[in-house]
């Protein structure tokens, strides 16, 4: 992951300008340094916000498991206020990946490479199929998250009572009719696949960091 980091920072803190010289003899841009800086290292910068991401929806679903447990329903029968707001927090985060996502498919693919170099464009293939790797199993994450907001949100509806076949409102239930879903456990053990389709992806984008160093 360290390599990851170092190739994100070349993307996110451009090093100041250096004075010109009188005379500039044989300066060429590498075809390679342009792809990994315009589009592997955004990419990659993307990929670790997920990753941060999906640390603070692991926390909310442990916490979800734990507040629906001896919360008051609401009136109706439905999920209690705790639940409800751990709910949209975790909607927020499914919200803040899928544009990163889309953002990181874009760049994906966009990215190729144009040199004559055979090296160094198989080496792009490398990097760029690992962090497509990565991307797929973020997905995963993804996917358990939007599960759980969905799941809740219909068994909230599914659970509520309805108020207008007596007089005033039922009396608030210990809990909800509908446990809400957490799915802790599974986006733990999707999360360290994650972790380990990053560290076999780190070596090809460790290659493409040296050369452009």
């Known amino acids: 992951m360290h390599v990851l980091l170092l190739l994100a920072a070349l993307a996110g803190s451009p090093q100041p300008s250096p004075t010109p010289l009188k005379t500039i003899v044989n300066i060429r841009s590498r075809e390679i340094c342009?792809?990994?800086r315009e589009k592997l290292a955004p990419a990659t910068g993307g990929l670790l916000a997920?990753?941060?991401l999906t640390i603070e929806g692991q926390l909310l679903l442990?916490?979800?498991g734990g507040d629906a447990q001896g919360e008051y329903a609401d009136d109706l029968g439905g999920e209690g206020s705790l639940t409800s707001m751990d709910n949209e927090r975790i909607g927020d985060v499914v919200s803040a990946m899928v544009a990163n996502i889309e953002?990181?498919?874009?760049?994906l693919n966009q990215a190729s490479y144009r040199g004559k170099d055979q090296s160094e464009g198989a080496a792009f293939d490398r990097a760029r199929s690992g962090l497509e790797r990565v991307l797929a199993r973020q997905k995963d994450e993804l996917n358990i998250l939007s599960f759980v907001t969905v799941s809740n949100e219909g068994n909230s509806v599914l659970a509520k009572r309805d108020p207008t076949g007596g007089v005033g409102r039922p009396e608030p239930s210990e809990q909800a009719d509908l446990a809400p879903v957490a799915l802790p456990k599974e986006l733990w053990r999707v999360r360290q696949v994650v972790r380990r389709t990053e560290n076999d992806a780190a070596p090809a984008v460790s290659h493409i960091v040296e050369v452009c160093r």
Do not use: M, P, S
């Not at 953002?103 to 760049?107: A, H, W």
């Open 103 to 107: 953002r990181i498919e874009g760049l």
């Open 50 to 52: 997920n990753d941060k």
């Open 34 to 36: 342009t792809v990994l």
């Open 62 to 64: 442990n916490r979800l």
